[in-house]
């Protein structure tokens, strides 16, 4: 059946049966493969045929993983990694090299910040960066070397939406190669290949697990651009697991259903705190005060589960908020079942100097949630008494 709605494809994609004509793909926890003689043997290591040789290579189930990821987001291939950042570095590491410049949007989750400034200047890998608004400045900073445009969108804490077709027109004008962390729309709400992304990256820990079980990430995209990214990782080995892949290819099954509801409670937590005395600057996709908002609608199906937003006061009633929280988890993880609260300031992004925070818009009152699927009403009252106890 052609033309499958995502919802089908998410539940219908499977690995071969095997004998024992199994209804759910069952776990191949093998680190290695059999060959049926020495020619067997030969002409698969020599890529003459497809097939699995070695777990780190490949798995079935890591391979369902991708199949279905790679559906799901119109791509033409992909390979599984055993963390988000295991993708974003992986990915990035087998398409650079020494000498090459990337071009990217500071509002960058802060691992990807690091490896930008501290790890790969070791290699004479520079960067420069654009701020959200600047996009009309892209041009003015990609050099001859320049090799890689690379965004997150929705933005990694501050929720901002850049403009994916801007963005590829810019990367075919001056033959880059665009990236798109697509972390927090996953394949459901958003496809930045559709617009013309080259790769999209996620760290299916977050909402494609959806329950905070197990790491993972994954890349898909062009298939020239996945072979190199495919070898590289095949010689330096931070593929994912095969128990991973199986729990993360079964999350794929409710991933529409979770986030219909995930973006329903988060689109109310959004309005009201938009209402609350307490808080100023609620950035939500799908907020009509969301100064991307128009992009938003045109690029997502909905506006996902994470909202961010200003304590007024700062830094101590940021932190004296986040202390007041009963119900809601403080973690900094995201994309639960549970609604999640992180300060941004004084944890993920506290090792940034100050300057870097403000220009990347992380202020030190802001904080990020991660909408979960509690009742919603009992989201807001938790955050209700937080805001009122802040309010010091």
Known sequence: MENKHIETTAIRTQAARTQYLEHSVPLYLTSSYVFEDSEDMRASFAEEKERNIYSRYSNPNTSEFIDKMVIMEQAEAGFAFASGMAAVFSSLAALLNSGDHIVACKSLFGSTHSLFSQYFPKWNISHSYFKIDEL??????????????????????????????????????????????????????????????????????????????????????????????????????????????????KSLETLPVRLEKHCENALKVAEFLENNSSVTNVKYPFLKSHPQYEIAKKQMKLGGNVIAFEIKKGLDAGRKFIDAIKLCSISANLGDTRSILTHPASTTHSKLLKSDRLESGITDGLIRISVGLEHVDDIIKDLEQALTEAKY
């Open 136 to 249: 009309d400045k892209i041009e003015n900073l990609i050099k001859p070397e320049t090799k890689i445009l690379f965004a997150e969108s929705p933005t990694n804490p501050g929720v901002d939406i850049l403009d994916l077709e801007k963005l590829c027109e810019i990367a075919r004008k001056h033959n880059l190669i665009l990236i798109i962390d697509n972390c927090f729309a996953t394949p459901y709400l958003q496809n930045p290949i559709v617009f013309g992304a080259d790769l999209v990256i996620h760290s299916a820990t977050k909402l494609i697990d959806g329950q905070g079980r197990v790491l993972g990430g994954v890349t898909v995209g062009r298939a020239d651009l996945i072979r190199e990214i495919y070898l590289f990782s095949r010689n330096t080995g931070p593929s994912m697991s095969p128990f991973n892949a199986w729990i993360l290819s």
